[in-house]
């Protein structure tokens, strides 16, 4: 965390030649589902700080847009998939989408290059919620863009989850797209290559460790050495990233389609929420993916530069934790900006990472467990129950950034989240009097009792709705540890 600091005009010089050796380049997903996000102008310093020329967003707020003009990076921009109904039944919604998030945006300065038409509609936890509405929302936002004189300078994708493709034995060149929706990925991937637009792909080796606790995980990282690697024909794949990619070439080259650009629209690894959540663990596999980037040398099936933004670049508190508490650490930077850990973006820059600057923060208090109340109190379970509804307690459970706190110490993290997420209000650190705050910090080797920033600035941009989303689930997905240990 504590990173030397050079100079800015320097830093910025250094960071832009890093560029010149990338020939697919990096970009990051940028997401703003946090709690007391930081400013939009300090995120974006940070951006080409670190030398990122792209960044991906998952749908254009203002403030956030207005902050990426004239910043000399590009931008692919989203539609959430609650709108895909509405821009597929009206032309007219589709236009005025364009001309109010892109057009308008393009004139202030903002570099966009693409549009992203939903994100992974075609998951098969929406069970078809989408199937209906992604292809004609996308031929109307390409026709919006037609019309607006935009369709040369910016394109349509869908960033689409992994699992639209498959492969009954396993070797890539088995892969063909999912059956219950391959005469729709034929047509969509048909529309795409009508208007030299690229497929748009998010690859997660941690989820296949995540979901198969017989996942060999060597082959999750890119310098692994996996006891049993997938043998293809001539080829031999040792990591599941080039097998997974590969399997979706050689599901576009069987329908026909085999030269189609794809991009990588998320790949990452998170730091914290599971057993093989952690900093190691991410940043091991950041790296690797780092190398294969800037060695440009691509995947068997297809050489040469791998377009990608890496998922993400900070963490949100706020996100949904309904695939796994994993879901809110998946930034290559915390909460406030600062790096987790050394990342080399190229071969320059010798694995620092530059953070957010002049980040200032709440009071150095904590709000924790009284010591003169009981475990068996009656009050403890319902407010540690309120406490990790309305704030987060995903770094709580086994073998977690916490997960070594006693019984009392996941009381104390569970009251002061809620704290910090209410800007320490005095009002935050009571729960019904069993709570007290102090000026000694908590925190353990392992286990960081966080200190909110103070959003200032940034209040005004922070949507009203953020605060909530999803945070019920979190209480419940840790209800059985806590309750073990309480």
């Known amino acids: 965390m504590g990173m030397m600091r050079w100079s800015s005009g320097v830093?910025?010089?250094?960071?832009?030649?890093?560029?010149?050796?990338?020939?697919?380049?990096?970009?990051?997903?940028?997401?703003?589902?946090?709690?007391?996000?930081?400013?939009?102008?300090?995120?974006?310093?940070?951006?080409?700080?670190?030398?990122?020329?792209?960044?991906?967003?998952?749908?254009?707020?203002?403030?956030?847009?207005?902050?990426?003009?004239?910043?000399?990076i590009q931008v692919m921009v989203g539609i959430p998939n609650e709108m895909l109904a509405g821009l597929a039944s009206s032309t007219k919604a589709a236009e005025d989408w364009v001309s109010n998030n892109v057009s308008s945006y393009i004139k202030g300065g903002v570099d966009?290059?693409?549009?992203?038409?939903?994100?992974?509609?075609?998951?098969?936890?929406?069970?078809?919620?989408?199937?209906?509405?992604?292809?004609?929302?996308?031929q109307n936002i390409q026709s919006a863009l037609t019309k607006a004189g935009l369709s040369n300078q910016v394109k349509v994708t869908i960033?689409?989850?992994?699992?639209?493709?498959?492969?009954?034995?396993?070797?890539?060149?088995?892969?063909?797209?999912?059956?219950?929706?391959?005469?729709?990925?034929?047509?969509?991937?048909?529309?795409?290559?009508?208007?030299?637009?690229?497929f748009t792909v998010n690859i997660y080796p941690f989820i296949s460790l995540y979901n198969d606790p017989n996942f060999p995980i060597d082959y999750a990282f890119f310098n692994g050495t996996p006891a049993s690697p997938v043998v293809d024909?001539?080829?031999?794949?040792?990591?599941?990233?080039?097998?997974?990619?590969?399997?979706?070439?050689?599901?576009?080259?069987?329908?026909?389609?085999?030269n189609l650009t794809v991009i990588v629209g998320e790949i990452g690894w998170p730091t914290d929420g599971d057993m093989n959540a952690n900093i190691q663990y991410a940043q091991r596999f950041n790296q690797g993916f780092m190398q294969r980037i800037s060695?440009?040398?691509?995947?068997?099936?297809?050489p040469g530069a791998i377009d990608a933004y890496l998922f993400s670049l900070i963490d949100e508190d706020q996100k949904?934790?309904?695939?796994?508490?994993?879901?809110?650490?998946?930034g290559i930077f915390s909460y406030d900006g600062q790096p987790?850990?050394?990342?080399?973006?190229?071969?320059?820059?010798?694995?620092?990472?530059?953070?957010?600057?002049?980040?200032?923060?709440?009071?150095?208090q904590w709000c924790v467990f009284k010591p003169s109340v009981n475990?068996?109190?009656?009050?403890?379970?319902?407010?540690?129950?309120?406490?990790?509804?309305?704030?987060?307690?995903?770094?709580?459970?086994?073998?977690?950034?916490?997960?070594?706190?006693?019984?009392?110490?996941?009381?104390s993290y569970a009251f002061n989240s809620y704290y910090q997420i209410n800007e320490q209000d005095d009002r935050a650190c009571n729960f019904q009097g069993i709570a007290t705050t102090t000026n000694r910090n908590p925190s353990t080797s392992t286990c960081r009792f966080e200190i909110m920033i103070d959003a200032g600035s940034a209040t005004s941009w922070r949507l009203a709705a953020v605060r909530g989303q999803g945070a019920g689930l979190v209480f419940y997905a840790l209800l059985p540890f806590l309750l073990v240990l309480l």
Request: hydrophobic share 35%; charged share 15%; aromatic share 10%.
């Open 11 to 72: 830093l910025k010089v250094v960071s832009w030649l890093c560029l010149v050796g990338f020939v697919g380049g990096i970009g990051a997903n940028w997401g703003t589902q946090l709690s007391n996000p930081l400013p939009p102008g300090t995120v974006v310093e940070m951006l080409r700080d670190n030398g990122f020329q792209k960044v991906k967003l998952f749908d254009p707020e203002e403030d956030v847009m207005s902050a990426l003009s004239n910043s000399g």
């Open 112 to 138: 966009i290059r693409y549009v992203a038409v939903g994100n992974e509609p075609f998951l098969q936890t929406y069970n078809g919620s989408f199937l209906q509405t992604t292809l004609p929302a996308l």
């Open 159 to 198: 960033p689409l989850n992994a699992d639209v493709y498959e492969s009954s034995s396993g070797k890539p060149s088995d892969g063909n797209f999912r059956t219950d929706i391959h005469d729709l990925m034929v047509s969509i991937v048909q529309f795409l290559s009508d208007n030299a637009a690229p």
């Open 233 to 258: 024909g001539s080829i031999t794949y040792t990591n599941v990233f080039d097998a997974n990619h590969d399997t979706l070439i050689w599901s576009l080259q069987k329908n026909g389609f085999g």
């Open 295 to 302: 060695s440009g040398q691509g995947t068997p099936m297809r």
């Open 320 to 330: 949904s934790i309904q695939p796994g508490n994993f879901e809110r650490h998946w």
């Open 340 to 364: 987790k850990y050394q990342l080399s973006i190229s071969t320059s820059n010798s694995g620092t990472l530059f953070g957010a600057k002049k980040i200032k923060y709440l009071d150095q």
């Open 375 to 411: 475990l068996d109190d009656s009050r403890v379970a319902p407010a540690v129950s309120y406490a990790c509804g309305n704030a987060d307690c995903t770094s709580l459970g086994y073998k977690t950034s916490c997960g070594d706190l006693d019984a009392r110490g996941n009381v």
